[in-house]
């Protein structure tokens, strides 16, 4: 039961992907990523299939080997939470709602900015 669950959540991932490589503000190598784990658990041959594909690949790649994030992707990660912080304040939820998405996203935008360049 698992295992076509993550293969399904696997190809959803990749395809909210390959979505997030043409739509702004959406987060594209986020979902290969977890495509790739998905796949890992699930299907070796699509794991491959993904890891080795010429322009998908290379991000997914570079995470598992070093964690990397590159510089301009980090600042579109960046800029794209604080954006999205922009506007949940602009609709104006109580305090305690803003204070809790406002602390979740300063950690996410914490964690990215602490990651390593790609090696060159």
Not at 26 to 44: D, E, N, Q
Not at 70 to 87: D, E, M, Q, R, Y
Request: charged share 10%.
């Amino acid at each position: 039961m698992t295992r076509p669950f993550l293969l399904l959540l696997g190809w959803l991932c990749v395809g909210l992907g390959v979505l997030g490589l043409f739509v702004p503000m959406m987060p594209g190598v986020v979902f290969l990523i977890l495509a790739a784990a998905c796949f890992s658990r699930s299907s070796p041959k699509f794991e491959r299939w993904l890891v080795e594909h010429d322009w998908l690949g290379p991000p997914v790649r570079q995470w598992r080997l070093h964690g990397a994030i590159p510089a301009h992707a980090k600042a579109i990660a960046v800029t794209s939470l604080g954006v999205s912080f922009g506007f949940v304040l602009l609709f104006g939820p109580p305090a305690i709602a803003v204070a809790a998405v406002g602390l979740s996203m300063a950690a996410v935008a914490a964690y990215i900015v602490t990651r390593p360049a790609p090696p060159a």
